[in-house]
């Protein structure tokens, strides 16, 4: 593969998703991939029909769909009552409500084989981040999907560019070792891509809203 997408925390902004999916067009013909950084459910109103198109896309092994912290949250709750509330209160009744109630067992099954992080040539894509000091390879899952600070405030070499998602920025934030494509879809109106091409950084950053599609040519970072 000579071109990686990379899609920032939709939370149920279907809206965002179709027209980001719909800019990035058939991925064969690009020789391309498109990997989603997680966090597909929860806070936006039409988390449902996020998780059936990913569904449908993910057949085909050009889509990678990673897992993120409220994919997690979200089956724990559904095969644990006592981890309902804290689903809930952190965006779960918008997903329930677009559920009707009701999560078929597909969807959980889905959410549940969901992998933790995919690895390139030059890249290492994850839903929250790496802890500092830790080969890419013996990464705890708890970190993977929910540090935030250690792995933010971090100058330290990876080993490969991380690209994740997690916490939320009124901008991409690109920096040498790092790239964050969450910019609070949810609540901005903007769904983050990330065009990967080769080592490093994005060439390209999509600022995708209601009202269409801003592309920006980055400098290598």
């Not at 559920?99 to 889905?110: D, I, L, M, Q």
């Amino acid at each position: 593969m000579s071109r990686y997408y990379a899609i920032g925390d939709v939370h149920g902004r279907f809206d965002l998703l179709t027209r980001a999916l719909e800019e990035i067009g058939e991925l064969e013909a690009q020789d391309a991939r498109l990997v989603m950084l997680g966090d597909y459910v929860d806070r936006g109103p039409q988390s449902r029909d996020v998780v059936d198109e990913l569904m449908r896309r993910s057949s085909d092994d050009r889509v990678v769909c990673l897992r993120g912290n409220h994919e997690e949250m979200m089956v724990a709750a559904l095969d644990d009552p006592g981890a309902e509330l804290q689903w809930l209160i952190n965006g779960g009744a918008a997903t329930l409500e677009s559920y009707g109630g009701h999560v078929p067992p597909e969807h959980v099954a889905w959410l549940r084989a969901l992998p933790l992080s995919f690895e390139t040539e030059h890249h290492f894509f994850v839903h929250a981040g790496v802890r500092p000091g830790v080969p890419l390879d013996a990464q705890e899952p708890e970190e993977m999907l929910w540090i935030r600070e250690l792995f933010l405030d971090s100058d330290d070499d990876f080993g490969k560019h991380v690209v994740h998602g997690h916490t939320p920025a009124r901008e991409p934030e690109l920096r040498f070792n790092r790239s964050n494509l969450d910019t609070g879809a949810f609540q901005t109106g903007t769904l983050t891509v990330g065009v990967f091409d080769g080592p490093g950084g994005p060439s390209e950053v999509w600022a995708v809203r209601a009202n269409g599609v801003a592309k920006r040519p980055m400098k290598s970072v």
